[in-house]
Each structure stands twice: as structure tokens, then as C-alpha cells.
């Protein structure tokens, strides 16, 4: 039987990280990943193709709206070719599996295919999709397992018309009308790649604002946005049936005043969140605690209640991110390793893809006003600034949330063109504990979208912005 020092169950961006940080430390490892390509949902039917998606229906709807603002004249009729489109994402997606694959035979990890499940506290058993079982050995496990789609319980998936994002990722055609079940991040990206090419888009939240996790100035900022480009929403919604006949799909809400909504469409995309995965596992063989919401059971330092087996990522708790599970992973090599690493969670970085994109780090508002924290905010306009207008991307903000008291940064929230790159600054300088101050003397490059970190520094320093 083979022995590693460490198997890793899972090969998304917490699993072969954790095995590449395992490996860079000198630990004999082994990676398990239950399809055929490695990166999980991330790299195969999320982050990434989604990402992919969202540039080739951006670029479209440029050419359809905006080049001609540009002085770029195209005639005839600009078509596009979805089958094309989604062929291009595909690409991109092996292109990216594939550099897995390159990086875990660099750094010697030896690669299983199959399911892997405990047989004990130290035993996994790999059950291949074509073969024999095999059995390994291992001194430390990680689990890595991730997440899969949530749904409510009385909707049926058919992944043809009432689908997730992982089908919405591959349709056939552009949807007539694409009702969307949700209002987070998911929802609004995809809804955001299918508005561009054609669809008609009908959102139904069930809070009273859409992405509800983050700032509430981003949430209406972003409604605000997306409202302009004629998505429709239906907030304070509860679904409460979804059903298909043929080709249609009716959708049937009880709205906020007492009265029942109906909605038809010939796409319903159910995006109501994710939840742990941890199918065919098998933990309760290693001894390995799951709580009530399916979630492995962890420490501080991402151990469970077995002292040699680790999780991380999606799922164990906190926020269903790619990065917080890179971090994660990285953590988790390192304790095994005999070091002392850490992770401040109030400073991973929440990102929305949508255009105009949409970020925030550490504490909102609201949660400094449940807290009782004495807070002053500097908020500066993305049309205030040369670079936006060269671009058209006005819309959006940054705002700059600091302690009263001593000025240190708290939590940074904005929207605007590239704010998925800016966030890096805001994380940046809260991990040192910047002042508002401190980064509002900071020279940043003009013209660059990043001005208006600087200026909302110093309008949350003393009110004293430059360009308004």
C-alpha cells in the first residue's frame, strides 16, 4: 500500500494549493479529484468560465452599443455565435485544468482520479470511474471537497430549463426570458452575460435588496446600474413554485404587499446560494464531525475533532470563496509543517463580476453601526475621475469606512470599471493597518482608476477630496 504524509481529497483552488504548499514543504503528497479534470468547480464550471462568458458577451455588447461612440463604424449586422462563444470558454477552461495538471507534476504529487472515501482515520479507498478500487495510506488529510449548487426543496432540476450555473454555462441558445431565482453574485453575473446577448432578465430575491451580503450602498448602486440596462427585479419575493410545461417555465412568487406574482420564461436559473459537498466521503469512517448544515466541523486551526485530518474551503464555515480556500490551504500545509501561520477572515476580499464590478473588504455600515463603532466615511465618484470618463465607465464609487477615533481603516466598499483589481489596495492597506491618512498621501499613477481610493482617503481624512 502506498504511504504519503499528506492526501488531499479535492483539487480545487483550496485543494492543489494545499497540495503544492504541502509539497514545497518537503511532504511526500497525493491529490485525489473525482472527475477528469483537475481545478473543481472553480476552474471547470464556475470562476473561470464564468469570467470567460462575462468578457465575450462584454466585448459584444460593446461592439453593439459603444464603438460607434468610439468613431469604430462596423456595417452590417453584428451577430453572435453562442456555440462559438461557449467553445472559446471551454478553451480557456482546459487551457487552465491543463496548468493544474502541468503544476502538480512539477512539484511531484502524485494524482488520483476517482472518489475518495474513508476507510478509517488514516485509509482512503479511490474508486475510480473505469478499474479497480485502490486503498492509500496517509499521515495527514485534507479535505477539500468544495460545494455544489443549492436549490429549495420544491424545485426540480432538470437541468434543461430549470437550471443552475453550471448548465447556464453551456446553453444551446440565448433565452427568450431567463427568470432568475436569487439576487447574489451568481445570479447577477449570469443574468448579466445573457442580458448583453438578448435576453429579457427577471430577478426574485427573497431580502428586500440584492446582494445582500455586502455594503448596502453597493447593493443600490449596482440595482441602479443594472436597472438602466433594463434587468428587471423583484425584491421581498418568496418563491413559492416552479414549474415547466414544454418549453415554458412559470415561476410563481408571493410578493411583499400580500399578492402573488407570476412570472413565464423559457429559462429558470435557480441561484440561491451553495451547499457543502461531501457525497460518497464518507466521514463518519474517518471519525470526522459534520454539523447540521452538512459542513465539515473545524478549530481555529482548520483541524477537525480528529487530530490528523484537516478541512478547508467551501466545506467547512465562512464565506464560499476561491481565495479564502487558497488561504486556507495554504494555512493548513504550513500547521502540518510545524509553522505558524494565520488569517485575518475580516480581510478576505468579497468581489461581484458584473460591469460594472463590484468589491468590498472588512466592515459595512451596517455592521459598524450594530457594533456601536464610532466611524467617519469618505466616498468619492468614479465620474469625477479623467480616467472614467476616457473609458465611459462612470458609473460606481469608493468609500472609505475609518475609525473616528484613530482613523484606521475599517472596511472599503466600491463599484466602478477594474474594482475587482482595486479591492488589492484596500487589502493591502488594512492588513498594515493603514490610516485613511496614510493612504490618501500615497502618490497613485493618474489618469488611473485608483485615483478615487486616494480621493475617498481623503475625504474620509477630513473631508478635503481634490476633484470635487
Known amino acids: 500500500m502506498t504511504q504519503f504524509d499528506v492526501v488531499v481529497i ?26 477528469s479534470t483537475l481545478g473543481g468547480t472553480c476552474l471547470n464550471v464556475g470562476c473561470i468560465p464564468s469570467k470567460a462568458m462575462l468578457d465575450s458577451s462584454h466585448h459584444y455588447e460593446d461592439a453593439v452599443k459603444h464603438f460607434e461612440d468610439h468613431g469604430i463604424e462596423i456595417p452590417g449586422d453584428i451577430k453572435v455565435n453562442l456555440e462559438k462563444m461557449i467553445g472559446r470558454k471551454q478553451s480557456v477552461v482546459d487551457q487552465t485544468t491543463k496548468g493544474i495538471q502541468f503544476l502538480m507534476n512539477k512539484n511531484k504529487i502524485e494524482v488520483f482520479q476517482g472518489v475518495g472515501s474513508f476507510k478509517d482515520s488514516t485509509h482512503i479507498e479511490i474508486k475510480p470511474s473505469k478499474g479497480k478500487s485502490i486503498e492509500i495510506e496517509a499521515k495527514n488529510i485534507i479535505i477539500a471537497t468544495g460545494s455544489k449548487p443549492a436549490s429549495l426543496p420544491f424545485i426540480k432540476l432538470d437541468k434543461e430549463r430549470i437550471i443552475t450555473s ?25 443574468g ?26 453597493l447593493s443600490k448602486e449596482l440595482m441602479k446600474v443594472l436597472k438602466k440596462q433594463k434587468v428587471k ?46 457525497d ?25 475533532n480528529m487530530p490528523n485530518i484537516y478541512a478547508i474551503g467551501d466545506v467547512v464555515r465562512g464565506a464560499m470563496l476561491a481565495h479564502k480556500a487558497e488561504e486556507e490551504g495554504t494555512m493548513v500545509a504550513e500547521i502540518i509543517a510545524g509553522q505558524k501561520p494565520h488569517i485575518d477572515y475580516n480581510l478576505i476580499p468579497n468581489v461581484v ?16 453601526k450594530e457594533s456601536g463603532v464610532a466611524y467617519k466615511t469618505g466616498q468619492f465618484p468614479m465620474r ?39 479591492i488589492t489596495e484596500a487589502v493591502t492597506a488594512m492588513e498594515f493597518r493603514a490610516s485613511a491618512e496614510d493612504i490618501s498621501r500615497m502618490s497613485h499613477a493618474h489618469p488611473t ?3 478615487a481610493v486616494k480621493e475617498a482617503a481623503l475625504a474620509a481624512t477630513d473631508d478635503r477630496a481634490l476633484h470635487i
Open 10 to 35: 479535492g483539487s480545487g483552488p483550496g485543494g492543489y494549493v494545499a497540495a503544492i504548499r504541502c509539497a514545497q514543504l518537503g511532504m511526500k503528497t497525493a491529490i485525489i479529484e473525482k472527475y
Open 449 to 451: 482608476y485608483a485615483e
Open 384 to 422: 469625477a475621475l479623467g480616467r472614467a470618463r476616457a473609458s465611459s465607465d462612470i458609473d460606481g464609487f469608493v468609500k472609505i469606512l475609518a475609525d473616528k477615533n484613530t482613523d484606521e481603516v475599517l472596511g472599503v466598499h466600491m463599484i466602478g470599471a477594474r474594482c475587482a483589481d482595486l
Open 166 to 190: 453550471t448548465e447556464a454555462l453551456e446553453l444551446k441558445e440565448i433565452p427568450k426570458h431567463m427568470i432568475i431565482i436569487g439576487g447574489g453574485v451568481i445570479g447577477l453575473e449570469l
Open 280 to 304: 460518497g466521503l464518507n466521514a463518519d469512517a474517518g471519525g470526522v464531525k459534520v454539523d447540521d448544515k452538512g459542513r465539515i466541523e473545524v478549530n481555529s486551526q482548520l483541524q477537525t
Open 353 to 368: 463580476y458584473t460591469w460594472p464590478e463590484v468589491a468590498s473588504v472588512g466592515k459595512t455600515e451596517e455592521q459598524l
Open 233 to 278: 427585479f423583484y425584491l421581498s419575493h418568496k418563491v413559492k413554485s416552479v414549474k415547466r410545461k414544454g418549453k415554458e417555465v412559470t415561476v410563481v412568487a408571493d410578493d411583499p404587499k400580500g399578492g402573488e406574482l407570476t412570472l413565464q420564461g423559457d429559462y429558470c436559473l435557480v441561484s440561491v446560494g451553495r451547499r457543502p459537498y461531501t
Open 192 to 217: 448579466q452575460v445573457y442580458k448583453r446577448l438578448g435576453a429579457d432578465i427577471s430577478v426574485v430575491e427573497f431580502m428586500d435588496r440584492i446582494i445582500p451580503g455586502m455594503d448596502t450602498s
